[in-house]
């Protein structure tokens, strides 16, 4: 499909969303063709070459596959020569009473404004998150192949699985039973199958991290994780760990060889942080402390400041765990346990959640503990941290853990609506000179090629 030749229809009753969708992909289409689309509704006759967006009357719609509660679900497709852009929501059955500053904007089509993000991206190369950086590409002459598109829905990401190539690789998880959040866990395998998890992810992905780490394993018998780390004590990260341990069905599909932590007492998860505990929070500060309790022979170590682990050639050293005497200042993301890991001789600084107390504790380190090759950007790319501390890191790569909701920072209603810092932290590094395309790398969905812990440095 030439796009100097197509144009948008929108269904005659279109949404706020849907007709944001439709004047964001004129917008890049005129940017990158010349071409100015005509917009037109679906009681015109159908035709070819057509870019149809969100709910409408035309045969190939994705109405069969919308349902309640998948408002950041959405497709994108091509059919009889037409495209396809659909968030799969529904509007919520009664509106929500107003009672905050910051309820989404749910109108059902959320999911077609990512599709048309994505879009953009995706097929004309249009980098508009850095529109203060980036000269956009002319081609008059782009065509849309027959086959094009995606799937980003819950079904879909929850039955993937890596493929399972030689080692050191990176794995992310990617949240596919909440579409709205963001990956919460890693599996690294090194050079000799040795497989490494870092936390783990939401309740529903624990099936797809056990079904992962058997994709990973190359040995015989069942599945043996040799080293375990965990973070901090967040849903989205022990969540699918706990389901783990209480599902036993689960639990016995592996086995745990050493699980590191630091998590802090009860009683600042209790009452004594900043923030409230949620519904499970102590259970899983329990069943996490006794985690051998579940994996006899497993050992469980409390990590300090200063820690190295290594297996099979890749090492982590421990730059900054949390003091309970910051009980008053931090939230649970501030409790974050800081890692540098090194593999194939380059150093990657894994912020996990880390706010403004771990950024205080980090930049008191001692000059050049802080470099780094790659920096895993902080909570899921929010980068929580200070600009500070990726200064002090002096990258030259950023992997981001993260889907599109905070990607594109959307709510409904616009870019950057979703305020969780990912357009600053994306300046931030812009500033000190690391924010082309092949400087980050944006994980929003699990690599069916896994990443490799190589990442070249750009010359």
């Known amino acids: 499909m030439k796009l100097k030749n197509c144009r948008i229809v929108l269904g005659a009753f279109a949404s706020f969303n849907e007709r944001r969708a439709a004047a964001f992909l004129s ?4 940017i990158v063709t010349g071409h100015i689309p005509e917009k037109v509704t679906d009681d015109v006759p159908a035709a070819t070459g057509e870019i149809i967006v969100g709910r409408t009357s035309r045969p190939g719609d994705a109405s069969s596959l919308r ?9 994108a497709y091509m059919k009889d020569g037409s495209l396809y852009l659909s968030g799969l929501g529904l509007p919520p059955a009664e509106e929500p009473p107003y009672n905050t500053a910051y309820r989404l904007m749910d109108d059902g089509c959320i999911g077609t404004v990512l599709a048309a993000y994505a879009f953009v991206e995706k097929a004309l190369g249009c980098d508009f998150l850095n529109e203060a950086y980036t000269e956009y590409p002319s081609d008059p002459e782009i065509d849309i192949p027959d086959g094009f598109g995606w799937e980003f829905t819950s079904s879909r990401l929850l039955s993937l699985r890596p493929e399972n190539r030689k080692g050191p690789l990176l794995v992310s998880l990617p949240s596919g039973s909440e579409l709205n959040w963001n990956m919460s866990g890693s599996i690294i395998k090194t050079e000799h199958g040795k497989l490494i998890v870092i936390d783990g992810g939401h309740p529903g992905a624990a099936e797809q991290l056990v079904g992962c780490i058997e994709a990973l394993w190359d040995g015989e018998g069942r599945p043996e994780v040799s080293l375990w780390l965990f973070t901090h004590l967040h849903n989205d990260h022990y969540g699918a760990i706990l389901r783990l341990l209480s599902e036993p069905a689960l639990r016995d599909r592996i ?11 009860p009683a600042f998860y209790a009452s004594e942080g900043r923030e409230k505990p949620g519904a499970t929070t102590l259970e899983a500060c329990e069943a996490l402390t006794h985690f051998d309790s579940y994996y006899p022979g497993c050992e469980v170590k409390m990590l300090g400041k200063g820690d190295v682990l290594d297996t099979d050639g890749i090492s ?6 949390p003091s309970e005497a910051d009980s008053k200042l931090m939230n649970y993301n501030d409790t974050s346990v800081v890692l540098m890991m090194t593999a194939c001789g380059q150093r ?10 771990a950024s205080r504790d980090l930049l008191s380190l001692p000059a050049g503990k802080l470099r780094a090759d790659v920096v895993e950007v902080g909570h899921h790319g929010c980068g929580n941290v200070s600009k500070h501390v990726y200064e002090a890191a002096g990258a030259s790569a950023s992997v981001w853990h993260t889907g599109p909701r905070f990607l594109y920072s959307e709510s409904g209603e616009g870019l950057g609506t979703h305020n969780t810092g990912v357009v600053r932290t994306r300046a931030w590094l812009r500033e000190l000179g690391l924010g082309t395309e092949n400087e980050h790398i944006i994980i929003d969905d699990l690599f069916e090629t896994p990443l490799p812990m190589k990442i070249i440095r750009k010359d």
């Open 27 to 30: 917008k890049y289409i005129r």
């Open 67 to 75: 349902s309640g509660g998948t408002a950041w679900a959405h497709v």
């Open 255 to 265: 086995s745990v060889k050493k699980f590191c932590h630091h998590l802090l007492s």
């Open 316 to 321: 982590f050293e421990v730059l900054r765990v």
């Open 348 to 357: 990657w600084l894994l912020l996990a959640d880390a706010e403004f107390v």
